[in-house]
């Protein structure tokens, strides 16, 4: 090699530098113990991991046969236009001739325009010698021409349906994620120069994580993505004063202590998902919306939904109706004596709130005088990547392993959720942990995503056929709670929709499709970022909103219309809530009425983990 380029080591890291001498590689002895460790502990692995493997037939929610069967039929009908597969070989190989020609350019000396550019906020390629470093550049680049190429060709194979192609396109991601060159010791700058510095440390530490993984996951992989011992719930976490003060088989309902001498009338119940837990809104006491909550004046009550098992396998979609969302409403009138409340669901809590409301709306309930929806679908014609893993054939599978146990595992959910930002919910461990050789750092949100948790069998198999795959909850009489046909188009209650603009779990342009359903007055309101952070994002907090007095017939007229504010949507939310507080009373403290305090906040309910 010549030109700028030609000693610049691997890296950016000369290969023997007095760093490097000021760290010598770690005593033989402690060497000797850690591969020592290693060894015993893989033999065990080994073994649990063969016997595990003929109970393993999933990946998350996915049914790998149906994945087999969407390539097989994406090849078939890829291989029957050659013309354009060989179109797009050519292109392809032009593309490598342009980009070797300027990377010669570079080795020889000059400068080249890149070919191809990391998309804003890939953080894979920050390492600055993916750029500096001829070489390394080189290997980005080809990677990402061929995954372009790779991505873009499976989108053009004509004749496949809608879902197949779906399928295909997200599980190509997938395998073009996984093979990014910076996953893999020998094409990784960074890795490389770690490897150089320490002496080979890193791996070693690297296999450690691994196997520390391997035996927490009992032979199934369970990468760690924080430090889990940092975070104890209720003591550093999740510590907002209350006290449960009602359970059932379901939930324990949380009261809040107030922290105003006054508080508004009604109170508000918060209905998180139990599909994760609730303390994602209680996570910091700074960016705590149900302590923010409190701090406005508000009675604030909390369902913390109970980790399910196989004692709850036959509990279903209109028992949490029954035995969640109604119940608490019973016992917040026994602890308050007010019958009337506001009402926000989270995600599935709001599909589930939705429900609720249409069918008290033909039972002649109108003890919720306002809804307030956090991210949460009603109409699934558009579910988002979600629906890759809904069809006849992977639902049949997922029902038959459902079944066998009584409930759809928390690892299950948990991956499924993690695939679809696999970079930074898998990659960026396996680099960090693995070939780095790093502990995570203590992170309370990743802590909270993975506290997973269970599905009940015939709860889940309801929802994701009547919810996703039929979409028939927003079908007049499509779906029967209790008994009851409901219709989303009988819910008069006010309603806030909040909905967040990168959200890959509910798409806010489906969310959307609410304000057309409801027939009381709606409120929609976009925020910054996604299913999380835009939800937990406190005055002050980098992520603004979108807000609109009307309610157009699209989405993309409501986003051309509407105006942008550059702080939360708390605030603006707290406005309007206010409006249906009913006044304000003298503050209640939970056990001033018939109810009385079975343990302090967060619970029991909310500690019990899915492996447990």
Not at 22 to 37: A, G, I, M, R, Y
Not at 232 to 256: C, F, H, M, S
Not at 341 to 366: E, F, H, P, R, W
Request: net charge neutral.
């Amino acid at each position: 090699m010549t030109g700028k380029n030609r000693d610049k080591p691997v890296g950016g890291a000369a290969p023997h530098s007095k760093d490097q001498a000021n760290h010598p590689p770690p005593e033989f002895s402690e060497l000797s113990q850690k591969l020592t460790d290693i060894a015993e502990t893989s033999r065990h692995l080994v073994a649990e991991f063969l016997k595990r493997q003929s109970a393993e037939n999933g990946v998350g929610m996915a049914d790998p046969l149906s994945i087999g069967a969407a390539f097989f039929e994406m090849t078939a009908r890829m291989m029957s236009d050659p013309a354009r597969l060989v179109q797009a070989q050519l292109s392809l190989w032009n593309d490598y001739m342009t980009l070797w020609q300027r990377t010669a350019q570079r080795f020889l000396g000059g400068s080249a325009e890149p070919m191809i550019e990391p998309l804003a906020g890939d953080r894979r390629f920050r390492d600055k010698a993916w750029t500096d470093n001829t070489l390394f550049d080189f290997i980005k680049q080809s990677y990402l021409l061929t995954a372009r190429w790779l991505q873009g060709t499976i989108k053009q194979v004509d004749g496949i349906d809608e879902r197949t192609a779906r399928k295909v396109d997200f599980y190509t991601r997938q395998f073009v994620d996984a093979i990014a060159p910076s996953n893999f010791l020998l094409t990784n700058p960074e890795v490389l120069r770690a490897t150089i510095e320490s002496r080979g440390e890193n791996l070693i530490n690297g296999l450690k994580n691994l196997l520390d993984d391997l035996e927490r996951g009992k032979g199934r992989l369970a990468i760690k993505m924080t430090d889990m011992a940092a975070f104890r719930i209720g003591e550093n976490i999740a510590v907002t004063p209350g006290k449960v003060v009602y359970q059932n088989d379901l939930l324990q309902l949380i009261q809040y202590e107030p922290t105003t001498a006054m508080v508004k009338r009604r109170p508000l119940l918060i209905i998180p998902p139990w599909i994760n837990k609730f303390y994602i809104l209680d996570l910091r006491p700074a960016n705590s919306f149900i302590r923010w909550a409190v701090a406005e004046g508000h009675t604030v009550f909390v369902i913390s939904w109970v980790n399910p098992d196989e004692r709850l396998a036959a509990k279903t979609f209109a028992d949490y109706m029954r035995e969640g969302l109604l119940a608490a409403l019973d016992a917040m009138e026994e602890a308050t004596g007010e019958r009337e409340a506001n009402v926000i669901g989270y995600c599935l809590g709001g599909t589930l709130l939705a429900s609720t409301l249409a069918y008290m709306a033909v039972k002649g309930d109108t003890r919720i005088k306002s809804a307030t929806y956090f991210v949460a679908m009603v109409d699934f014609a558009e579910a988002g990547e979600l629906s890759v893993f809904i069809d006849e054939e992977q639902l049949a599978a997922l029902e038959e392993r459902m079944n066998a146990k009584g409930y759809l595992e928390g690892r299950a959910m948990a991956t499924t959720f993690n695939m679809l930002r696999a970079n930074d919910l898998i990659w960026s461990f396996v680099v960090n942990n693995y070939l780095l050789g790093k502990s995570p750092f203590p992170f309370d949100l990743l802590y909270w995503n993975a506290d997973s948790t269970r599905m009940p069998a015939a709860m889940h198999s309801f929802y994701l056929r009547n919810m996703y795959q039929e979409n028939l909850l927003v079908k007049p009489g499509g779906v029967t709670l209790d008994g009851v046909p409901i219709d989303l188009r009988k819910i008069k209650a006010p309603s806030f929709l909040l909905s967040t603009r990168e959200d890959h779990i509910a798409p806010w342009r489906s969310t959307y499709a609410a304000t057309q359903l409801y027939r009381g007055p709606v409120k929609f309101v976009l925020s910054a970022s996604g299913h999380i952070a835009g939800v937990v994002n406190p005055p002050g907090s980098k992520y603004g909103h979108w807000e609109n007095d009307n309610n157009p017939p699209t989405p993309e007229e409501w986003f051309a219309t509407a105006t942008a504010v550059p702080d939360s949507w708390w605030p603006l939310w707290e406005r309007w809530v206010s409006r249906y507080s009913g006044g304000e009373v003298p503050a209640r403290h939970p056990g001033d009425g018939r109810l009385k305090p079975l343990e302090d906040a967060p619970g029991s309910y909310v500690k019990v983990r899915a492996e447990d």
